[in-house]
């Protein structure tokens, strides 16, 4: 009949597939788990970076679009910190380095102090907006 089976779970293939659609779900989580893991180890670090020093995932086709999506998840993620009054000086770092993509050297306390504290006037003028 040519029905073809997923290679890897057994799951009913459509055609043209060459793995099922959990599957490729799957791959692009455990893509995204990898991709997270570098981010967070190295905030500063640019997408040219990650493809010259090799950290792109063995048969990551998206590389680019999931580095995006990835970053983007992390700074709302450490923004929602500041937002519910949960973050820690260290979070504070780690979001500033993101934003910025600079090294920790290149950074200094009071410069992540102030970018902080905007996001913080931030969250207080739409509090108030809301009143």
């Not at 959990?22 to 455990?30: G, M, V």
């Not at 680019?64 to 970053?71: A, D, G, K, P």
Request: hydrophobic fraction near 30%; charged fraction near 30%; include cysteine.
């Amino acid at each position: 009949m040519g029905i073809k089976k997923c290679p890897k779970c057994g799951n009913w293939l459509d055609h043209g597939e060459k793995i099922c659609l959990f599957c490729r779900l799957q791959e692009r989580h455990e893509f995204k788990y990898k991709i997270r893991k570098i981010i967070l180890s190295m905030p500063w670090i640019s997408l040219e970076e990650c493809i010259t020093q090799g950290y792109v995932p063995q048969g990551c086709n998206s590389f680019t679009e999931l580095y995006n999506e990835v970053r983007r998840d992390c700074i709302y993620q450490y923004i929602e910190k500041i937002h519910f009054n949960v973050d820690t000086s260290e979070d504070d770092l780690v979001l500033a380095l993101l934003i910025t993509r600079y090294k920790p050297t290149e950074i200094t306390d009071e410069f992540v102090q102030r970018l902080t504290e905007k996001y913080r006037q931030a969250k207080k003028s739409v509090k108030q907006e809301g009143k």
